[in-house]
C-alpha cells in the first residue's frame, strides 16, 4: 500500500467495522479476568491474586477465558467510540452511518450506571488495580469522558440535540460527584467518584469534555474546571516534553496511548479557547516528544520509550487519531499516520479484518478485543479520513458538514516521514 492510499484506508475501516457490527460489538477484553463464573473464593478475597489472573489472562498466548468461564461483554467504551467513528464516517454510506449513529446512542443510553442520576458510565468488568479496586457499577472518567466527547461528535457534526443533552449531563456529573482536587498550579479530576489520584490521561480527558461542552452550552462552570484541569497537567510537563501515567509513586511510566490521549486533549482545549499559548506550547513540546520517541521511522508505534515490544493495537489506532489531529497544526506529520496505517496493515491486521491486540518479537496475542483496540482503530480511521473524503453542503451548528460516502483515491504526495522527524527534533 501507498503512504496515501485512501482507498485502502477505507477498506480497512470497512472491514473492521463488518466485523464489529457481525458480533454486535460483543467480545472480550484485556481486562475481563474477573468476569470469570469459575475462580476460586481465596483469589476473589486477595487483590494480588486478582491482579495475577488478570494479567494471565491478558497476557496468556492462549485463551484462557472459555478455561474460566469468561463470557463476551458489550462495553460502553466500544459504543462511544463507535459514536465518533460513525458521526466522522468516511467509510459508509451517508444514511446508514447515520442509522448507526442514532442506534450507539441509544445503547449508550442502556449502559448508563444506575448509581448517579447524571449520565455516567463504567466498565463491564470489575477491575483490580496497583491503586484500587472498582466493580462494574462504578462509574469512571475514562469511560465517561469517552462517551461524552462521542456524544459531542455526534451533535457538533450531525445536530443532534438528544446527544448534545446526555454529553451537559456527563459533564454535570463531572462537577457534582468527581470534585477536582486543588494543587499548586490548577486543580485535577481524578478516575472515580471520591477518588484523588492524579492520572493526567483521566484528568484530560475530563478537561477535553468540560472545554468542548463550554464552546456548545456557553457554561462558564465547564470553562473554569477545564482550565484548571489543563493547568495542572501543562505544569507537570516533563523538561523532555513527556507527562507521566500520574504523579504518584509508581505511576511515573510513559506509554504511548496515554500520552496520545493527552496530546488529543490538549488540541480539544486550544480548540475551545481553554488555556492559552501556555497550552499550544505544551502541545508543541509534547507532540515533538511522541514523533521523535514513540513513533519509530517505519511507523511501529512504541509501547514505551525504552521498549518495541509489545506492539499494541490500540497504540497503534492512537497514533493515527493523534496523528491525523495533529496534522491539521503541523502539516509535515501527515506522513506520519500514513505510514504508520501502513505499519498496521502490513503487520496488526487479521484476515477478518480485526486488529490483532499485542505482538510479542517471537509470537502475537491475536485476540480481537474489542474496547481495547477494534473500536478505537475504527474512529481513528474516521479521523484520519475525514481529512481526505470529500464534502457537500453547509455546515452544522458548532460542526463541520455531514460526511459523504467515502471515495477511493490517493492523498497528495506528503514530505518525508525523515523531515518531519527533523522538522520537530
Known amino acids: 500500500m501507498g503512504s496515501g492510499d485512501v482507498a485502502a484506508a477505507v477498506g ?29 473464593r481465596i483469589v476473589r478475597g486477595s487483590p494480588l491474586a486478582l491482579r495475577v489472573v488478570t494479567q494471565a489472562v491478558k497476557r496468556s498466548p492462549a485463551n484462557l477465558r472459555p478455561l474460566l468461564g469468561v463470557p463476551d461483554g458489550l462495553s460502553a467504551a466500544t459504543i ?6 460513525y458521526a466522522r464516517n468516511g467509510f459508509l454510506d451517508a444514511q446508514e452511518a447515520r442509522s448507526k449513529l442514532r442506534e450507539c446512542i441509544g445503547r449508550l443510553v442502556g449502559l448508563r450506571c444506575a448509581t448517579f442520576p447524571e449520565p455516567c458510565w463504567g466498565y463491564h468488568f470489575d477491575v483490580q488495580t496497583r491503586v484500587f479496586f472498582y466493580p462494574r457499577t462504578t462509574p469512571n472518567t475514562i469511560a ?19 446527544a448534545l443533552e446526555l454529553a451537559i449531563g456527563a459533564g454535570e456529573f463531572f462537577l457534582r460527584r468527581v470534585p477536582q482536587t486543588p494543587a499548586q498550579s490548577g486543580a485535577y479530576f481524578g478516575y472515580l467518584p471520591g477518588d484523588a489520584t492524579p492520572i493526567h490521561n483521566a484528568n484530560m480527558l475530563v478537561a477535553a469534555l468540560l472545554a468542548r461542552l463550554a464552546r456548545a452550552s456557553g457554561d462558564q462552570d465547564f ?31 510513559v506509554d504511548g496511548f496515554h500520552t496520545g490521549y493527552v496530546l488529543d486533549c490538549l488540541l480539544a482545549c486550544v480548540d ?22 514513540l513513533i519509530e521511522p517505519d ?25 491525523a489531529r495533529a496534522a491539521r497544526r503541523e502539516p509535515d506529520l501527515a506522513q ?39 473500536a478505537p482503530m475504527l474512529a481513528a480511521l474516521a479521523s484520519l479520513l ?4 470529500p464534502y457537500s453542503g453547509t455546515p452544522r451548528a458548532g460542526g463541520d458538514p455531514l460526511p459523504q460516502t467515502a471515495s477511493a483515491g490517493t492523498a497528495p504526495a506528503p514530505p518525508p516521514l525523515s523531515k518531519a522527524i527533523r522538522r520537530l527534533s
Do not use: K, M
Open 12 to 40: 480497512a475501516a470497512r472491514a473492521l467495522e463488518r466485523w464489529g457490527s457481525e458480533r454486535g460489538w460483543y467480545g472480550s477484553d484485556p481486562y475481563d479476568a474477573l468476569n470469570a463464573t469459575r475462580l476460586p
Open 80 to 85: 462511544a467510540h463507535l459514536t465518533s467513528a
Open 144 to 162: 465517561t469522558a469517552f462517551a461524552g466527547l462521542g456524544l459531542l461528535d455526534a451533535h457538533e457534526l450531525t445536530g443532534d440535540g438528544n
Open 223 to 253: 470553562h473554569d474546571a477545564a482550565r484548571r484541569a489543563v493547568g495542572y497537567t501543562v505544569d507537570h510537563q516533563r523538561a523532555d516534553g513527556s507527562w507521566p501515567y500520574g504523579e504518584r509513586t509508581g505511576l511515573s511510566w
Open 272 to 293: 475551545s479557547d481553554v488555556g492559552g499559548d501556555a497550552v499550544v506550547q505544551a502541545w508543541h513540546r509534547g507532540i515533538r516528544y511522541y514523533v521523535t520517541t
Open 299 to 323: 511507523g511501529t508505534p512504541r509501547y514505551t520509550p525504552n521498549a518495541r515490544y509489545p506492539i499494541d493495537g490500540q497504540c497503534a489506532a492512537q497514533a493515527i487519531e493523534t496523528l
Open 336 to 374: 506520519v499516520r500514513w505510514t504508520v496505517l501502513d505499519y498496521v496493515l502490513r503487520r496488526l491486521t487479521r484476515g477478518d479484518g480485526a486488529i490483532v491486540f499485542q505482538r510479542e518479537r517471537y509470537w502475537s496475542n491475536r485476540a480481537a478485543h474489542p474496547r481495547w483496540v477494534q
Open 386 to 389: 475525514s481529512a481526505e473524503r
